[in-house]
């Protein structure tokens, strides 16, 4: 019933409400959860921007992979990603940035001219930027600059106006800036609607707004549609309007505006969102408590309004997966709301009540839910007889529930009125308009329409896609046409059907494709013989389509069957060498085939094929004989794998190409490689020898050198060999090649090659060639020459040719093959005593090639040097300067003794250290005239020592002046060292007059460390009375070497010597600690102020020092001791000699000084001596605190009275920290500091004048340290005057709150604070404080302050200190206000004594976020309040689960005290409540509340029930049971029970309901046992149409009740008489309607039968006549009867 309907929709809603993700689950800090850090510009990504420590990052979700974040650390303002792929749009300032993030590149970038302070996408590739003043579009094409769209308005300009949002239409020409501001208490919205194709802009009052595409009905074109929703102090307001003209031929859209309802608890609500779906055409609301609303945008009808989220969505965008809306809350919940499909029509019509809404979106949409509404109307239309508006509401229903063939048979039945479209061509025609035609509509209407030779409309129609083509329709069409049939049978993809007319029409290329293309498999080797009687070249196309894929859609052997039966060779091979491109091994035999054919037939396409390389799988031994048999030599040895058939084909080299042949080698092995070459050279060496050559040039490598050396030589084929070996002979490294080929040319008489290899090669044997080339004798001895003289066998060589008579080959070796040898070839010649007018002939002849030290050497080494004296007095008179040349003749003049030590001292180009090294031995004085000569320093020392020549060595040490070489010979190894140093003092500085000599030589004692022998050096030069004796440095250079060697001697060099640099040598003094000698020193050269720091600094005596100042009376001096005596504390000595040298320099330090020993009486007298001199602010000030801490506050005052420079602030802080109270007040009141000079009045206990001070100041800190210290004085007054000053200050409140705490002044600061209530700068801090110090200490004065301030408290903090103070009551309300009901309902469940209240709880606790305190609550009231539990029923039961609240109840068995709750919710049909409401009744015996109770709410178990009810001991329980048992269509157990309780109506009633006749007879037959005959007549009226005339006529019979039975008799009777009468009218309509038919003339149309096994060529029979024709009219076919299938008598023409 409708009741029920209702109730059980009220379950239902017309949303999904789904949460997608919770962002803190994927580590979202919910700090960073708010509109200015996180961004949603779609339904795709999710973009936050955090900071993580130091680091700032960016976290991108991709909603489809939302457990996987990606983090990239990035710093920016703002980050948004782009609504369709991975790039991100990165703000920093005014710098926009846009990135790639996949291919991690910068796309574009720019700098801004203001800030921008707000930005979105508004589509893939544009972002619009909105700044203070404009708004930009920024495309990303190309290189664009962000482009100016618009000015913002004035109403969005303002400073607290804030822009939350823009939008555009779908072409951008409609743009939308959205912004908030607060004003008067309410948040007020701005828009600024901005036309493109206008440039103007209208502000508009609103919060949310989009644009729509919408397309009405008899529009041709789409209508831009604006909505926007607003919240003015008036109510809530949804506007939908059209903007721009309308477009040409479209009706304009009519505005609408609708009311927003805001719930009376949501007074400050507003729209913050507005999201519209394409697909439903639904507007999507969202407000700032989190409400949903939906709207119809078509009508403006509000459809549904809940909240879906209890903290604010501030963020949204369009979900087009459910093309909903999709956002963003607080509490980082990412949500979706859509349309339910399933529900929203039945919701809109069961619910809303408006069936004209839930029938517009359903057929809008294709939505279900309304078909009831749809028959029905379909039905009452039909009834109505108004036949085009039924067929208009068929074609509009949603998924064409009524486009169904019953009707169409509807239709069909209905007569043609005259002058009137027959209804069903109305119907066809109304389904055209609309769109497609579904299959039995497509068939019954071409029906008609070929049958009356509209072919055309057909074709239009197929054209247009208005036809939903099946096979039936190709059937039907293919009578007609079987081109247009092919096309239906394409469209309805029919493949077998559409293979048939591909072959009919000979389209048999298309065929393959069809079929690849549907997945259908004909039989194609059927098919392709069939082609090939007709055209060979179609059927090798048609072939090679069969075979074109991977996988051959035929059997590749039958298809070249198909070709050899009609000897098609040529086309086979083509074919095949397509087919097996792929060279497959498991197409080898047909590969064999291929070849086999062409070898027989077409040799020259075999080759041509096995050329190309294109087989390997086919029978390689039958295609090689096969291949012989043809001439194809080359083909039959790329085949045969039998040595013995490749060495009978091999040896017939005339008929191979030799190219081939040779790379034919390479493919036998090494072993048949050979045979192969010694049988061809066997069968003809002259023919074949140049091949044999060349395969051995080419495989020496594979084959070995040696073994093809050995078949050449087998042979004795020497021209082979050297052939051959000449190919090889320059890439070989083998020694034996390159011998063989020494010897294979020696042979054939190459010698010129003898000489080339014997010069170039490095791989030969030389001993062995050698030896060779002596034994072969050739007439040309150039090899051998060439050979000896490469390798060393120089001397070899000489003999051979000298004891051959062959001097001729030597003069030609040493003049024009290597003259460098002849030193080698002499020395030979020397050896054979040959004559010594010979080879100084020889010598003389070669002249200056060759190496005089080589020459010298061999002649030296066999004592006959002197015979080279003419030879080389010649070089030197030709001017040589040959250092061998002159070197030789040294060595000669030496020996000879002609005047040697005038040649080697004026001689400039002979080596010394050869020269020198010969005369060591035979006279050591000529070898150091030789060595000094080429400064040879080793040689030299070596030869001086080892003679004993250390005055020479020490002359040549002191004219050498090197630092090395000295070094060398004054280290401890040398044992010579005193030898030579005694020479040195001794004879070669005393010789010398040159002070370098001199300087080198002390450097050089210096750098060894020889103080002594360098005091006795210096000494000797400078204390002897020399040319160096006044020499500066050496007097220098002999007092610091006393220093360091021999200090006794200092004070006399000091004495005897003047011309010294006294202070160097005196800090030098110092230094090495002779203090009295620089003592002497400074004072000798009356350097006082260096001489007194001696004394004080290093002898430590302050008497000496005060004696000598004393004595020379200089103030530096003073100066100096003063410091000195200063550092030892002696302050009073310091000062007086400061005084007595004047100087004021060092005030620092005697301040310090006099302040550490607390001399201030010698430090006033010292800074008033210092105060005349130096005018220093840091003088003035130690005056000043001397001044105090003497006692002098007279003097004090009046110095600072007068000019001075002192800092009075440092002075007055440093006598307030020494506690001179007096003192500092003086100062800070000299300088105005009311600050200090209050904290010194408060140590005075001077509390009045301290205020006061502190008032002057008025300052946080002197405010505090006043009332701190009149609240240590108990000044309460004061200190209440004090803290009026502090407590606006929020940071000092606390200090000041614990300092009275501390020592139990409470009522003193609470009274402090509740007078600071009323100041203009109390601020929450204050409010909050005092309520935590009433909740600790009046905690009866907590709750009044509380309901008077709460608004201005903090109220987590007073939440715990209300907690830790036990104050239920004020907690409850505390947490009430701070809208954390789940714990004020815990609080008022766990201490219900003091905190629980009715009404506020009922008030609370409709208001908690967790469901489960409901529950809890529940328990709360059947524990503590069991007589108000259902007034919180009511309350709760909005969102309760009434399941679980049942299940709660039947637990604690408390079910009858609900009763009152299950009544009130009974109405949301809910199984649970009506099952136990039920039972509540049953035990009540309520009947007739059970009645009504279950056919009002049908949601429960009506077998269990029914089963219950069967038992019950009340009849009218048992009726009911047999209610439910019919409800249920258990009619037997209805009928059944109802017959057990003799309840006779209620059995006829279902009986008759049931529709069964069995059970009606059976019920008659019961009466008839029973012998109620009454009730057997009202049985037989009441189920009528359900008794058989036949079993009733029987029944009566048997029990003799025929009059019981008469009136159903009669009725019978009647209706099976009228019946029959309108059988009769029937027939003869219709054979009237035949007799019209058989007058017309009918069109035939012959089909020939498919023959696709017969071709052209086979002779095939003309079908005979009337083959495959319709019958003639009259004779009829099966099943057609004169008329189309299906088709009613009365159809009129079409």
Not at 842 to 851: A, E, P
Not at 1102 to 1121: H, I, K, Q
Not at 1581 to 1587: A, G, I, K, R, T
Request: glycine share 4%; proline share 4%; with cysteine.
């Amino acid at each position: 019933n409708r009741s029920s309907d209702l109730a059980s929709m009220a379950q239902v809603l017309p949303i999904k409400f789904q949460e997608h993700l919770q962002l803190q689950n994927v580590g979202i800090n919910p700090a960073n959860i708010g509109f200015a850090s996180l961004t949603l510009e779609s339904d795709k990504f999710i973009c936050v921007r955090e900071k993580v420590g130091e680091q700032s990052q960016v976290v991108i979700i991709d909603l489809a992979n939302a457990s996987n974040p990606t983090r990239r650390p990035i710093s920016a303002d703002s980050a948004i990603m782009n609504p369709a792929s991975r790039v991100i749009a990165l703000k920093a300032g005014r710098t926009l940035q846009i990135f790639n993030i996949e291919m991690k590149s910068k796309m574009k970038s720019h700098e801004m001219g203001e800030e921008v302070v707000f930005w979105k996408w508004i589509s893939v590739n544009t972002v619009a930027l909105v700044t203070e003043t404009s708004v930009y579009h920024w495309s990303m094409e190309g290189d664009s600059q962000p482009l100016k769209k618009f000015d913002r308005h004035s109403s969005l300009m303002g400073p607290g106006c804030q822009i939350i949002n823009y939008r555009v239409d779908k072409a951008q020409k409609w743009l939308l800036l959205i912004g908030i501001s607060a004003q008067q208490n309410r948040v007020v919205g701005a828009m600024q609607l901005f036309s493109v194709d206008r440039q103007v802009s209208q502000p508009i009052e609103g919060h949310a707004a989009a644009f729509a595409q919408f397309k009405m009905d008899g529009n041709a074109t789409e209508s831009t549609i604006f909505a926007f929703a607003v919240r003015s102090p008036q109510g809530g307001k949804l506007h939908v309007i059209e903007v721009g003209q309308p477009a040409a031929g479209n009706q304009p859209f009519q505005k609408k505006a609708v009311d927003v309802f805001f719930p009376p608890e949501a007074q400050n609500d507003f729209p913050v969102a507005m999201q519209i779906s394409d697909r439903y055409n639904v507007i999507f609301l969202i407000t700032k408590y989190g409400y949903v609303h939906l709207y119809d945008l078509e009508t403006g009808v509000c459809i549904y309004m809940n909240r879906i989220s209890s903290d604010t969505i501030f963020v949204t965008a369009s979900h087009d997966a459910t093309s909903g809306i999709i956002g963003v809350n607080r509490k980082g919940q990412v949500l979706t709301v859509s349309v339910d499909e399933a529900n929203i029509v039945s919701y809109i019509t069961s619910v809303l009540q408006n069936p004209d809404l839930a029938l517009r979106m359903a057929v809008r949409n294709n939505l279900p839910g309304a078909e009831e509404l749809f028959v029905r109307k379909f039905n009452m239309l039909f009834q109505q007889m108004q036949y085009a508006e039924a067929a208009r509401v068929a074609a509009k229903a949603p998924r064409g529930i009524l486009r169904t063939s019953q009707t169409i048979q509807r239709f069909q039945a209905l007569p043609a009125q005259p002058g009137q479209t027959a209804p069903l061509l109305q119907y066809f025609g109304i389904l055209l308009e609309q769109g497609q035609l579904n299959k039995y509509e497509s068939l019954e209407l071409c029906r008609p329409v070929l049958q009356q030779g509209k072919k055309q409309l057909l074709e239009k129609w197929l054209k247009e896609d208005k036809l939903e083509c099946g096979e039936e329709l190709g059937d039907l069409v293919k009578q007609v046409d079987p081109t247009l049939a092919l096309s239906v049978y394409l469209r309805a993809n029919v493949p077998n059907k559409v293979i048939q007319c591909f072959a009919e029409t000979g389209q048999f290329q298309k065929i393959v494709l069809y079929a690849k293309k549907v997945g259908f498999s004909p039989d194609y080797v059927f098919l392709l013989r069939n082609v090939m009687r007709i055209n060979a070249e179609q059927g090798l196309g048609f072939a090679n389509m069969l075979v074109q894929d991977e996988q051959p859609l035929a059997d590749l052997n039958s298809i070249v069957d198909v070709f050899m039966e009609f000897s098609l060779i040529q086309q086979c091979t083509s074919f095949l060498l397509d087919a097996l491109k792929n060279n497959r091994p498991a197409e080898g035999h047909l590969q064999t085939r291929l070849l086999e054919m062409n070898l027989m037939q077409a040799p020259q396409v075999a080759d041509a094929i096995l050329g190309n390389q294109m087989f390997t799988h086919y029978d390689r031994a039958h295609v090689a004989q096969l291949c012989e048999q043809a001439g194809l030599l080359q083909r039959a040895l790329e085949h045969y794998t039998d040595l013995f058939d490749i060495k009978r084909a091999i040896v017939h080299t005339h008929m191979l190409n030799p190219e081939w042949l040779v790379n034919y080698f390479g493919s036998l092995s090494v072993e048949d490689s050979i045979e192969c070459i010694r049988a061809m050279l066997q069968a003809n060496i002259r023919q074949n020898l140049q091949i044999c050559v060349q395969v051995a040039t080419k495989y020496h490598e594979q084959l070995t050198t040696a073994a093809l050396i050995e078949l050449f030589e087998s042979f004795k084929s020497f021209e082979g060999l050297f052939y051959f070996l000449g190919s090889i002979v320059n890439f070989s490294q083998e020694s034996d090649v390159h011998f063989k080929y020494i010897q294979a040319a020696c042979k054939t008489g190459q010698v010129k090659e003898v000489e080339r290899i014997c010069r170039e090669s490095n791989c030969y044997d030389p001993d062995r060639v050698k030896n060779f080339l002596k034994e072969a004798r050739l007439t040309d001895q150039l090899p051998l020459i060439i050979v000896c003289d490469r390798f060393d066998f120089v001397h070899d060589l000489v003999l051979y040719l000298y004891k051959n008579n062959l001097q001729k080959y030597i003069e030609i070796y040493v003049q024009k093959v290597n003259p460098s040898r002849l030193p080698v070839v002499a020395g030979g010649l020397l050896d054979v005593d040959c004559a010594e007018d010979v080879i100084k002939q020889l010598i003389m002849t070669v002249r200056g090639q060759f190496s005089t030290d080589e020459l010298v050497e061999e002649v030296e080494k066999r004592n006959r040097l002197k015979i080279l004296l003419p030879w080389l007095e010649a070089r030197i008179h030709d001017g040589s300067t040959e250092p061998a040349t002159h070197n030789a003749l040294a060595k000669i003049y030496i020996d000879s003794n002609n005047n040697p030590e005038r040649f080697l001292r004026e001689n400039q180009y002979y080596d010394s250290r050869v020269v020198g090294r010969y005369c060591e031995k035979r006279d050591p004085h000529m070898a150091c005239i030789a060595y000094e000569r080429g400064q040879c320093d080793e040689e030299l020392i070596l030869v001086c020592n080892e003679n004993s020549l250390f005055k020479s060595e020490a002359r040549y040490l002191v004219k050498r002046r090197d630092a090395d070489l000295w070094a060398s010979v004054l280290t401890d190894e040398n044992a010579f060292r005193r030898q030579l140093i005694d020479q040195v003092v001794q004879t070669a500085l005393t010789e010398t007059q040159d002070p370098d000599d001199v300087s080198v030589t002390v450097k050089a004692f210096m750098t060894a460390d020889l103080p002594n022998e360098l005091i006795e050096l210096l000494e000797k030069i400078v204390l002897e009375n020399t040319l160096f004796s006044e020499h500066r440095n050496l007097q220098n250079l002999l007092i610091l070497t006393a220093i360091k060697a021999d200090r006794t001697r200092v004070m006399e060099y000091i004495t005897r010597l003047d011309n010294y640099d006294a202070p160097d040598i005196a800090n030098i003094a110092i230094s090495s600690e002779l203090y009295e000698e620089a003592f002497a020193i400074f004072k000798k050269f009356e350097v006082n102020t260096s001489a007194v720091e001696v004394l004080i600094e290093h002898v430590h005596n302050l008497d000496r020092a005060y004696e000598f100042a004393e004595r020379c009376n200089e103030p530096a001096v003073w100066s100096l001791l003063a410091k000195a005596q200063l550092d030892s504390l002696l302050v009073k000595e310091a000062v007086d000699s400061y005084i007595k040298a004047d100087d004021p320099s060092a005030y620092v330090e005697v301040i310090e000084a006099a302040k550490t020993s607390g001399n201030f009486e010698e430090l006033v007298k010292y800074l008033q001596m210092a105060r005349k001199k130096a005018k220093e602010s840091s003088i003035d000030t130690e005056l000043v605190f001397a001044y105090a801490m003497t006692g002098r506050l007279a003097e004090l005052e009046e110095f600072i009275s007068g000019p001075n420079h002192a800092q009075i602030q440092q002075v007055g802080d440093r006598c307030y920290d020494e506690k001179m109270y007096e003192a500092a007040k003086i100062l800070f009141n000299n300088i105005s500091n009311f600050a200090r000079l209050a904290s010194a009045q408060v140590h005075l206990g001077e509390y009045q004048n301290a205020v006061d001070s502190a008032r002057k100041a008025n300052s946080t800190r002197t405010w505090k340290e006043v009332c701190f210290a009149c609240v240590d004085g108990e000044e309460f007054r004061l200190a209440q005057m004090c803290g009026l000053h502090i407590v606006v200050h929020a940071d000092e409140l606390n200090e000041l709150i614990a300092y009275y705490e501390n020592r139990g002044y409470f009522e003193e600061i609470i009274s402090l604070l509740e007078a600071a209530l009323g100041l203009e700068r109390a601020h929450m801090g204050m409010f909050t404080e005092l309520s935590i110090l009433y909740s600790k200490y009046k905690p009866h004065k907590m709750r009044e302050h509380l309901e008077l301030f709460w608004s201005r408290v903090n109220i987590p903090k007073v939440l715990r200190a209300a907690e830790q103070a036990h104050l239920w009551a004020e907690l409850v309300f505390l947490y009430d206000k701070y809208e954390e009901f789940d714990n004020a309902i815990g609080t008022m469940m766990s201490h219900p004594t003091d905190a629980w209240k009715e009404a506020q709880f009922k008030d609370i606790v409709t208001k908690v976020a967790n469901i489960e305190i409901y529950y809890r609550a529940l328990q709360f009231y059947l524990d503590n309040k069991p007589m108000l539990i259902n007034d919180l029923l009511l309350v709760l039961s909005p969102r309760l689960d009434h399941t679980r609240a049942v299940s709660f109840f039947v637990r604690a068995n408390q079910l009858p005290l609900v009763k009152p709750y299950l009544r009130s919710v009974q109405n949301l049909n809910n199984k649970a409540v009506n099952e136990a409401l039920n039972g509540l009744l049953i035990d009540e015996e309520d009947y007739q509340g059970v009645r009504n109770s279950i056919d009002a709410f049908d949601n429960f178990d009506n077998i269990a029930l029914a089963q219950r009810l069967e038992r019950h001991d009340l009849l009218e329980f048992r009726r009911i049971g047999a209610y439910l048992y019919k409800g249920n269509n258990r009619w037997k157990q209805s009928v059944e029970l109802c017959k057990k309780d003799r309840l006779y109506r209620d059995a006829m009633t279902y009986s008759s309901e049931s529709r069964d006749p069995a059970i009606a007879e059976d019920l008659i037959a019961w009466f008839l046992d029973i012998g109620n005959r009454e009730c057997f007549a009202a049985c037989l009226f009441q189920c009528y149409d359900l008794l058989h005339p036949d079993v009733i006529l029987e029944l009566a019979w048997r029990h003799n009740i025929m009059d019981f039975a008469m009136p159903y008799i009669i009725q019978v009777l009647r209706e099976y008489t009228t019946k029959v009468d309108r059988l009769q009218v029937a027939d003869k309509e219709r054979e009237e309607e035949r007799e019209k038919q058989e007058n017309q003339p009918s069109i035939v149309y012959g089909e020939p039968q498919l023959m696709i096994t017969s071709g052209p060529g086979m002779g095939m029979m003309p079908p005979p006549p009337g083959a495959g024709m319709m019958p003639p009219p009259g004779m009829g076919q099966p099943g057609f009867q004169g008329a189309a299938p299906g088709f009613q008598p009365g159809y009129g023409p079409m």
